[in-house]
T-cell receptor, first 113, second 117 residues
Framework: KAGVTQTPRYLIKTRGQQVTLSCSPI?????VSWYQQTPGQGLQFLFE???????NKGNFPGRFSGRQFSNSRSEMNVSTLELGDSALYLC????????????FGPGTRLTVL | ELKVEQNPLFLSMQEEKNYTIYCNYS?????LYWYRQDPGKSLESLFV?????AVKQEGRLMASLDTKARLSTLHITAAVHDLSATYFC?????????????????FGQGTILTVHP
């Protein structure tokens, strides 16, 4: 069974640009969550999507947005990039059973110059 | 707001020694997860603990959950170099805790484990 895939794996952008990251969940998983990982703040929850609906959102500015498609694939977008957005962005999928075991993709390493 | 704290944050161990990583969380939850992350890699699921008193073991790692104390432990037995990694605990509030976390795991800071010969 294929795992969670994320593209691209690495990105370099400059301040003010925007970026779109993509995530394909494990087949059959309908819940997709996104996290930002930085050395200073650790792992922080961005948002979660289920059946094309955002069900939960973390404490990030509106520059961070996402969406989910009917095949459960998800994208997240960051507009007007800032230096502090440099991070590893991780996507995780789950079956949305009563418990929430999440399976993580390899991540997208975003560097903002 | 749910807070999750791990200690120690750094752990330097000798091979064949035993040690324990602690994970404390601030609000009611009966769902706790342990993950491993190797440098530059993603998170690998190690254990899912779903009830008070739950104990899971895999190889040299054993995890337990005490929901009354809001504490989970990850015990390492006879460490080997291959266990060197960063270990995270994560908590999911869940409906039973009066919240609906919908895909949100709250992570501890991580414990960087280094095993020396």
């Amino acid at each position: 069974k294929a795992g969670v895939t994320q593209t691209p794996r690495y990105l370099i952008k400059t301040r003010g640009q925007q970026v779109t990251l993509s995530c394909s969940p494990i087949s059959g998983h309908r819940s997709v969550s996104w996290y930002q990982q930085t050395p200073g703040q650790g792992l922080q929850f961005l948002f979660e999507y289920f059946s094309e609906t955002q069900r939960n959102k973390g404490n990030f500015p509106g520059r961070f947005s996402g969406r989910q498609f009917s095949n459960s694939r998800s994208e997240m977008n960051v507009s007007t990039l800032e230096l502090g957005d440099s991070a590893l962005y991780l996507c995780a999928s789950s079956l949305d059973t009563p418990y929430n075991e999440q399976f993580f993709g390899p991540g997208t390493r975003l560097t903002v110059l | 707001e749910l807070k999750v704290e791990q200690n120690p944050l750094f752990l330097s161990m000798q091979e064949e020694k035993n040690y324990t990583i602690y994970c404390n969380y601030s609000t009611t939850s009966d769902r706790l997860y342990w993950y491993r992350q190797d440098p530059g890699k993603s998170l690998e699921s190690l254990f899912v603990l779903l009830s008070n008193g739950a104990v899971k073991q895999e190889g040299r790692l054993m995890a337990s959950l005490d929901t009354k104390a809001r504490l989970s432990t990850l015990h390492i037995t006879a460490a080997v170099h291959d266990l060197s990694a960063t270990y995270f605990c994560a908590v999911d509030r869940g409906a039973n805790a009066g919240g609906t976390s919908y895909g949100k795991l709250t992570f501890g800071q991580g414990t960087i484990l280094t095993v020396h010969p």
